[in-house]
Every structure is written in C-alpha cells, then in structure tokens.
C-alpha cells in the first residue's frame, strides 16, 4: 500500500455533496396518482414463472404492480418506451438521481437522449424496511443482472435461466426478434424485492435474504406507454445463490390497472429531454 501523505486524515474529512439535489427534479404529483388509483380497475395480469421472464404492456397513465403471491422472490425488472426498444430504463442515472435504491415517490429514467420520468414508484410494502445492520436495502439499482456469461466465468459451463438469458428470451418471443437481435436491448434492472449493500470493509456487493413474503408489493405509475419484463429470479430470495436450479423460487405477478376517465385531468406524459444535442459543435 502506498504511504498515505501527511494530510490524509485531512483530505478523508472532507464532507460530501449530495450530487444531484432532489430538489431540483420536476416533482411527481403524488396525490392526484393516488386519488387516480382509488377507483382503478383492473386490465391485465401476467404470471411469471420461476426461473423464467414475461413480458407485459402498459399504457401511459396506467399503474403496473409486481407481488409477491406464494414465497420469496427477486424479480429483474426491465422496461423500454413502447415501440421504441431505443428508449430504456436507465439503471445508472436512475441511481445517481435517487440513490442505491428506490421505493415511494422516487421515479425511474430513461437512457440518453431521451431522459425522462418512464415510471413513478408509488406504493411500497417494504418502505418500512430502510437501511438493515449490514447497510441492506430493498429494490436496488446497483445490480446487474444474473448472466450466463458471468456465471461462465466464475463456475463454469453455462446456465440458460439466468435473468438475463429469461429477459432476453421473453424479449424475443414477444417482439419477434432473434435472440441475437434481442439480446443487446436487455439492460441493467430494477432488481425488484431484492436485498443489497455493499461492504464496509471491501465495498464488494452483497446481497442477503429477501424480506419479501406473499402480498407485498411494488406499484408503479406509468409515465409513458411502457413495455417492461419481468424475470422471477433463479435465486429465489437470494438468501445463498443465483445462477443455479437449487434455490427455492417462486412465481411473480404483474397486474396492471386503468383510472376512470377523467380521474388525471391536467397531467400528460412527460416530453423527451430538451437538450439539443449539439455537444458544443
């Protein structure tokens, strides 16, 4: 180890900064999706089957709800703008905006050139978990995705149901892509229900049990028209592994839920970022 300088103590004392201030993100109108959710029905329902991914269709102004329905499960969310695979959720600034994870009121955002609000976190049975003794949280932006290439990596030989193989299979068969063609639009996930930190000593990523059991859930808002993917986790809860067939795992439901007419008077889809994309040139 390099010998630390004279005024080390110093420099290790200065105090952060909060990157980007929450402040100065456009609010969501938290109280009007609520008033809209009191009288939404229901449209669809998707079930995902463990060690596999669906996919599923909502429209701007809809809710999305990811539940728990018979044990513990992880699910990787992945969501791109209807019709355009181009516009995807965008793991890393959605981090950089909220924080490591997210739950009520955070949103999550598009990828460049687009970013924008894709969707907005509006209920959250595990709010109530916070920050644990190990620094874990739930619903992380800091995780990957479980992949066949990785596990190669590390284990050797391959794994078909990692999330991102799930993702990139259900992609596919929905949009009628090959596989080769679908795969490079699968991205980094919301991992949803999942349980992370990291280290103190190391700052290596951990994961530990899930605290998630049948009946909670996630809720969303859609900000535009969405298709997302949902892959129930091959780690189950995540509580010793992934990327294996001896987890317990569990399915995952997606339900979606229309607002009467009229119940989000004054709100509209938020445009594409308005940078003009000159670069100074």
């Not at 992945?78 to 793991?91: C, I, K, M, T, V």
């Not at 799930?166 to 639009?185: F, K, S, V």
Request: hydrophobic residues 35%.
């Amino acid at each position: 180890m390099t010998q630390p300088p004279e005024d080390a103590d110093r420099r290790r004392a200065v105090a952060p900064v909060i990157a980007y201030p929450e402040d100065s993100l456009p609010p969501a109108d938290l109280p009007l999706y609520a008033r809209a959710r009191e009288t939404a029905r229901k449209t669809a329902e998707v079930v995902i089957r463990p060690r596999d991914a669906a996919c599923f269709h909502v429209p701007a102004g809809h809710f999305f709800r990811i539940a728990s329905i018979e044990g513990p499960q992880v699910g990787d969310l992945n969501l791109w703008a209807a019709g355009d695979l181009s516009e995807r959720f965008f793991s890393g600034k959605t981090r950089a905006l909220h924080g490591t994870h997210v739950s009520t009121g955070d949103r999550l955002w598009s990828s460049f050139p687009y970013l924008r609000p894709m969707a907005t976190v509006t209920t959250d049975t595990l709010d109530w978990y916070g920050a644990d003794a190990y620094g874990g949280r739930v619903h992380d932006v800091i995780g990957t995705r479980c992949d066949p290439y990785t596990h190669r990596l590390l284990a050797g030989g391959d794994y078909h149901h990692c999330c991102h193989s799930n993702l990139t299979r259900a992609l596919a068969a929905e949009t009628g892509l090959p596989l080769a063609r679908a795969e490079p639009h699968v991205h980094d996930v919301l991992n949803v229900f999942m349980c992370t930190g990291f280290t103190r000593e190391t700052g290596q990523y951990f994961m530990k049990a899930s605290p998630v059991r049948p009946g909670d859930y996630l809720e969303c808002f859609a900000e535009i028209d969405l298709l997302g993917a949902l892959s129930a986790c091959p780690g189950g809860d995540c509580s010793a592994e992934h990327s294996s067939d001896a987890a317990a795992c569990y399915p995952l439901k997606v339900e979606v839920f229309a607002p009467e007419d009229g119940a989000l008077d004054g709100w509209s889809p938020p445009p594409r970022n308005a940078y003009d994309r000159t670069h100074g040139v």
